[in-house]
């Protein structure tokens, strides 16, 4: 069967900022999908068309990113925290399952524990680890050199979206035509028309004020000792690219095994940090949400 790029109804929640989410089903229990730190709600296609939850699931672009509002400044958990609440109360949904994927995962983290009340469970997708001093003293290249190149393009103009591919998969000669339609419409998506060219939605500066706050002011594993609701982790066998170590490391791992009530705990082989959220993994990410969504669980 030919894949097909899943279908997004668009949602809209006024505040300050105003958001824009994606939207699949017409449940009143959705699940509540974040991205990660320079993404879009798009980075969830493939999971959502193989989700089963009878009532679909819902995806913000985070204040700063894809079309939500882009204030020059106001970022960090707390405030995104407060954006997904306010999704929350959009929807009129009292508890929610919560998926974060890599900074998502620390922003679904922080609604737990700013509002426990209104979280049934959380699924992390390679991300959530508590920081520790060690870690913030002796920071990881790999993921340093990840985030950097993600950043970095935040600034950039590209010629055409072919360019902007080729900043991703150098010298492969890639086109949007030729790509799976899921990654070939999160690409498109993640691009405005500018002068010159085109450019990605994300605005650098959330993007940096949302790093520093990883780095600085995340809940340490006594901050998750907290979070009282059932957990599904899933890492990536890779890091950012294929080959590299994973982002959660089997130090993370283990703490955030001992802080958390974890359901699920799963390592998802040949899978690196990106290709997680798309075939052939996002079947099986979507039936660890389905089995955290599902009634009684």
């Not at 939207?23 to 959502?48: E, K, L, N, Y």
């Not at 400044?73 to 508890?95: K, M, N, P, T, V």
């Not at 955030?256 to 075939?279: E, F, I, K, S």
Request: net charge negative.
């Amino acid at each position: 069967m030919e894949e097909t790029a899943a279908v997004w109804g668009t949602l809209r929640v006024p505040g300050d900022p105003p958001l824009v989410a994606g939207r699949t089903g017409a449940g009143p229990d959705p699940v509540v999908a974040v991205h990660g730190i320079t993404g879009q709600h798009r980075a969830f296609s493939g999971v959502a068309r193989h989700l089963r939850h009878p009532d679909g699931m819902v995806a913000p672009d985070l204040r700063g990113r894809g079309d939500s509002g882009k204030p020059l400044s106001g970022y960090g958990f707390e405030a995104h925290a407060g954006d997904l609440l306010r999704l929350l109360d959009h929807l009129g949904i009292d508890q929610a399952v919560l998926v974060g994927h890599s900074m998502g995962a620390f922003v679904v983290e922080q609604v737990a524990l700013t509002a426990p009340d209104r979280v049934r469970a959380l699924v992390l997708l390679d991300g959530g680890w508590p920081r520790t001093d060690a870690a913030v003293a002796a920071r990881d290249p790999g993921l340093e050199a990840g985030l950097a190149r993600a950043l970095r393009r935040l600034t950039m103009t590209f010629p055409t979206p072919d360019a902007y591919l080729d900043y991703w998969f150098p010298g492969q000669g890639l086109t949007l035509d030729g790509l799976p339609p899921e990654v070939a419409d999160y690409f498109r998506y993640d691009l405005a028309a500018v002068e010159g060219g085109w450019r990605p939605k994300a605005l650098p500066a959330a993007a940096q004020e949302d790093a520093a706050w990883v780095a600085s002011r995340g809940a340490t594993v006594d901050g998750l000792a907290r979070i009282g609701c059932p957990v599904a982790l899933v890492r990536a066998a890779e890091g950012f690219l294929p080959g590299t170590p994973p982002l959660v490391s089997e130090q993370a791992h283990d703490a955030l095994a001992g802080a958390l009530d974890l359901r699920v705990d799963l390592t998802l082989p040949g899978a690196d940090h990106y290709t997680m959220l798309h075939n052939p993994h996002a079947a099986t990410v979507a039936g660890v949400i389905d089995k955290m969504a599902a009634p009684g669980s």
